[in-house]
């Protein structure tokens, strides 16, 4: 099996190297935790380094020898053997040969179900790692992906943090001058994360102005799907439930949507339908959204032509049909497998595609707040938060943005670090944190600069000759 750095391995040995390929072991740390405050996160780090140092003695990459109890000189074992480790590594494919012989898998199963394609993302422009390891994973079911397969997603993450975080977007105009600008991201970029935080706690703010009520509620679908397919669930019955709710009130409902992951990387949405004080209730409204699941799964290709590929041939919808009823008879079995479990434990029976439904309401200050809080409330409060308050909705959805936000300042300082699986969630998903009705917000209208053609996204190294500073 070929061997491949991850990124603090190589972000490790790249210190070493640039010491002149000697260096101590108390250098590595304060180096690597000079830029951080917390005292559990230099913990963690130094923990990660020294598995990593281990690891690295294990594959006979470096050498350690011991000075005293607390100390050890580190240095590189064979230059020659480091330096091809590190080309491979910088060679955006630094994947194992176990990924590899996955991807190969799908792809042979794609010549023989060429249907299948249409569960894969079909994006023009993919990054590198986006498509692999969607290759690898989009065609297995949540309940399917174990927790190696989790890393590996992470992983396939950090790599593309380490692409970006160094690239430009380069741009022409017509007398043939080439300009760049920095590469922007939500997970790199802290302006861009705040951005998108702010534009969140103002969606809602202006929700609080113009309505005095709301619903919220969360749907959650069984594991048993591929990440494709459980997106096209989830908006397809969000869908259902705007379109109840419009028949029951006759207006159209505002909205704010959060989709954020499971453990399993399953997504759920959280949904806050404003200016409406209730929809029916959660049983009946359950076993109503497990009609309309039923429906989908059983005619799964004609509304993936109707909703979401109006070019999609006969032999798509056919096999998308066919391949529809095979997920819905696991779901059938998923659910049965589920309620007896829970019957043996003398629990509440399936609780359905409704996790939690409750009013909102607003506070004195004219926050919106729960009028009985989600059960996951209390790990996403703020410390501050302890007097036994309500819950500020915002604080509850605005908690991945926030995240990213904090997320996005630890990896513009460092961006050989370990990368948390919820922002991986998103990358894999090719999702956005939230999505609201327009009339909930009304957007700044950007101005653009005419007179310049885009070129692409590279290394300011390789195109330094010709750019104008």
Not at 442 to 451: A, H
Request: positive net charge; hydrophobic residues 35%; aromatic residues 12%.
């Amino acid at each position: 099996m070929r061997e491949y750095l991850n990124a603090f391995e190589l972000y490790t040995l790249k210190l070493i190297i640039k010491n002149q390929n000697l260096v101590l072991y108390s250098f590595l740390s304060k180096e690597l935790t000079k830029n951080v405050k917390d005292k559990r996160e230099k913990e963690r780090i130094q923990k990660r380094l020294h598995k990593t140092v281990n690891r690295l003695v294990e594959k006979n990459i470096i050498e350690s020898i011991r000075i005293n109890e607390r100390e050890r000189l580190l240095k590189v074992a064979d230059p020659m053997r480091t330096l091809d480790l590190k080309m491979l590594s910088h060679a955006r494919n630094p994947y194992e040969d176990t990924l590899m012989l996955k991807i190969e898998k799908i792809n042979e199963v794609l010549e023989e179900n060429k249907h299948l394609k249409a569960l894969l993302p079909q994006h023009p422009r993919q990054h590198t790692e986006f498509f692999r390891v969607t290759r690898a994973y989009y065609l297995r079911s949540f309940d399917k992906i174990t927790k190696e397969d989790l890393r590996e997603i992470t992983a396939s993450f950090e790599r593309y943090i380490l692409d970006i975080s160094d690239k430009i977007l380069l741009f022409r105009d017509d007398e043939n001058n080439y300009f760049y600008m920095r590469y922007k991201s939500r997970f790199t970029n802290v302006k861009e994360a705040m951005r998108r935080y702010e534009k969140l706690k103002a969606i809602v703010e202006s929700a609080s102005q113009q309505y005095d009520e709301a619903v919220f509620l969360t749907i959650t679908i069984p594991p048993c799907f591929p990440p494709k397919v459980a997106m096209w669930i989830l908006r397809f019955i969000f869908h259902r439930i705007k379109a109840l709710c419009r028949k029951i009130y006759n207006k159209t409902i505002p909205h704010l949507c959060v989709i954020e992951p499971q453990n399993n990387l399953n997504p759920h949405l959280h949904a806050i339908l404003f200016n409406i004080p209730y929809i029916m209730p959660k049983k009946q409204l359950t076993i109503y959204l497990r009609n309309k699941l039923i429906a989908f799964l059983e005619k799964m290709g004609d509304h993936y032509k109707t909703t979401i590929n109006r070019r999609a041939d006969d032999k798509t919808i056919e096999a998308l049909n066919r391949y529809g009823k095979k997920l819905l008879k696991r779901f059938l079995k998923y659910e049965k497998k589920l309620i007896s479990r829970r019957s043996k434990k003398k629990r509440e029976g399936y609780t359905g595609l409704i996790n939690w439904i409750t009013k909102i309401k607003k506070d004195n200050d004219n926050n919106f707040v729960f009028e009985n809080e989600p059960p996951d409330s209390r790990d996403k409060q703020k410390p501050t938060q302890h007097d036994g308050g309500l819950m500020r909705v915002v604080d509850y959805v605005a908690f991945y943005s926030s995240y990213a936000v904090s997320q996005a300042i630890k990896t513009t300082k460092d961006p050989y670090r370990k990368q948390p699986k919820e922002l991986a969630f998103y990358f894999f998903m090719r999702l956005s944190f939230y999505t609201y009705t327009k009339s909930l917000y009304k957007s700044k209208r950007k101005e653009f600069t005419s007179g310049f053609e885009f070129v692409g996204a590279f290394r300011l190294d390789d195109v330094q000759d010709l750019i104008n500073f």
